[in-house]
């Protein structure tokens, strides 16, 4: 998952707000949970807020029944928002792992939209107390508490959440080590509107306060009765800058089982709808095939002759298949997967949420040539979908969760799954020179083939193999500079020519020859060209000493070219 911070693209000029104008240098928002309702969340945007925090869960099992809806349409609506968690602090004070569980609870149901989206930092909702026989008693409990649920979250996200507390809590509850390393957002109702803002001597342990709760009795347009009125302290662009998360133009990667079976952990006979299927049947992980990465999932249908039919079910937590479980992604482009199988006469469905309907991929029959073969759908063609519960074949929402894949066939069957994925810009074919299969073609991908040039056999596309040859040589590099050169709309002549190629690629290997002599000026990892190696380090690659017979297949290959 990616963390930068990065900058949403509008900036709007504030507008007022009914209940309260904002005083210079504040942005408006708003915090939420079902107690609110049904919201209408363009109304909201309109009426001048720019931000809203949102209740996520509280404790260890609790899930706003809201949460998902309103983060959702609160995002289309075009307003930033973070989720928050009620800590439970007093129910289970002799649990020393009751803090990371609730922080778990917490992740379990707002990683995904980092996973896809840039949202303000999360919220520790501070309020759930203990009683001890004395304040510093209360202190040394609650800190702890505190700061063991943010190293938690902050090991997850790479970021810590921001304390939600009153000006009597911020003064009284926390040590200076925990509040000089969180982000204050201080409740305090003044009854004055934003003309009075706290000062820094009013919490002389925190670096002053970065959202301010200064009303529960706000009026809002599109919201039925009271709400929390917020500000935070800066700009529009400040605030857009503490967005963490993924780029939503991003690809995204669903499961590619790398590591485990991720959202597809799910035993192959769970769902209900699953028939015909015998108890050898499995859904495993194996490391003998992949379409890409070093895993793939191995799907063994114990099948009845006279046909069968699995829902392989997607989720992150119980019950799978709830959007509430699963990965928000817009409702644009394309989301597929790869498979391999030699059996014949099987189909494949994709299943998805488009919340409150269903929706169901049309049935594509699946090549039994033990190839890997791409199956996908568009998002935005509503030819390619067919109503399922409740559903009218058409994707309406701003977005969808992935359901289910749906296996049909007779008989015994081994089918391979991998690079589940969902590219909100278009198809999921990869782009030759796309090595780090982000959807994009650029400096990362050139410290990719840079690193693997010279592999003379067995690459892969992820190891800069971009024509599928097995080795890593020039043609590869000059298919990244084609796709660059398409997808940028630049000049050719702005990456180098097949002329000068064999310049850039002698240029590469001297740099790599003279690596292992020169890596004591940099760090671990970093690249001899460029920066974009993201850690990875030299291999078997650098090192090689230049001949003549080297220098001969560059310059032919350059001139095959």
Request: aromatic share 10%.
């Amino acid at each position: 998952m990616f963390h930068n911070l990065k900058r949403i693209l509008a900036s709007l000029a504030l507008l007022t707000l009914t209940g309260g104008s904002a005083a210079a240098g504040f942005v408006e928002g708003i915090d939420i949970s079902h107690w609110q309702g049904t919201i209408d969340w363009t109304s909201v945007k309109t009426s001048g807020i720019d931000f809203a925090f949102m209740k996520a869960t509280q404790g260890n099992s609790y899930v706003d029944p809201t949460f998902q809806t309103n983060i959702q349409n609160a995002t289309a609506a075009g307003v930033l928002v973070g989720p928050y968690h009620f800590c439970d602090v007093d129910t289970d004070i002799g649990n020393p792992l009751d803090p990371v569980n609730e922080a778990n609870h917490f992740l379990s149901q707002i990683e995904p939209y980092y996973d896809t989206g840039l949202y303000l930092p999360p919220v520790a909702d501070v309020e759930g107390l203990p009683d001890f026989p004395t304040i510093a008693e209360e202190r040394a409990f609650i800190s702890n508490w505190v700061q063991t649920f943010s190293d938690t979250i902050n090991d997850a996200l790479g970021v810590r959440p921001i304390i939600y507390t009153s000006k009597w809590g911020a003064n009284t509850y926390y040590t200076p080590e925990v509040a000089t390393a969180h982000y204050l957002w201080l409740a305090w109702w003044k009854g004055t509107g934003t003309s009075n803002p706290p000062i820094p001597s009013d919490t002389p342990l925190w670096n002053d306060w970065k959202f301010w709760q200064y009303s529960s009795t706000g009026s809002v347009p599109g919201i039925g009765g009271d709400v929390d009125l917020d500000v935070f302290d800066g700009t529009l662009e400040q605030l857009e800058q503490l967005a963490i998360g993924s780029d939503p133009g991003d690809l995204v990667s669903i499961a590619n089982f790398d590591a485990d079976e991720g959202y597809f952990k799910w035993a192959i006979d769970y769902s209900g709808q699953t028939t015909g299927v015998g108890p050898d049947s499995h859904a495993i992980r194996v490391t003998s095939q992949s379409q890409a990465g070093s895993g793939s999932q191995e799907l063994f249908i114990d099948g009845d002759p006279g046909g069968w039919l699995v829902r392989h079910l997607s989720g992150s937590a119980s019950p799978p298949s709830s959007p509430a479980t699963n990965l928000a992604l817009d409702a644009t482009g394309s989301i597929g997967f790869w498979l391999k199988t030699n059996n014949t006469g099987l189909t494949v469905q994709i299943a998805i949420d488009d919340p409150g309907t269903a929706e169901r991929g049309l049935a594509q029959s699946v090549q039994d040539d033990g190839q890997w073969h791409l199956y996908e759908w568009d998002l935005e063609d509503d030819d390619q979908w067919q109503g399922w519960f409740n559903g009218d074949g058409t994707i309406t929402g701003p977005t969808i969760t992935l359901d289910s894949i749906f296996f049909a066939g007779a008989g015994d069957a081994t089918i391979y799954l991998d690079s589940v994925a969902h590219n909100p810009l278009g198809s999921l074919l990869p782009l030759p020179g796309d090595f780090n299969g982000d959807g994009n073609l650029d400096e990362e991908d050139l410290a990719i083939w840079q690193l693997n040039f010279g592999t003379p056999s067995g690459a892969t596309a992820d190891q800069g193999d971009a024509d599928r040859d097995t080795d890593v040589d020039g043609a590869d590099f000059l298919h990244w500079q084609i796709g660059v050169s398409s997808n940028t709309g630049q000049s050719i002549a702005s990456v180098p020519e097949p002329a000068s190629l064999a310049l850039l690629v002698l240029t590469t290997m001297l740099l790599s020859s003279t690596s292992n002599q020169s890596g004591a000026n940099r760090g671990p990892g970093q690249s001899a060209i460029g920066a974009g190696n993201r850690g990875q380090s030299g291999g078997g690659n650098r090192g090689r000493l230049l001949t003549l017979d080297t220098l001969v297949r560059v310059d032919l290959q350059c001139k095959s070219l």
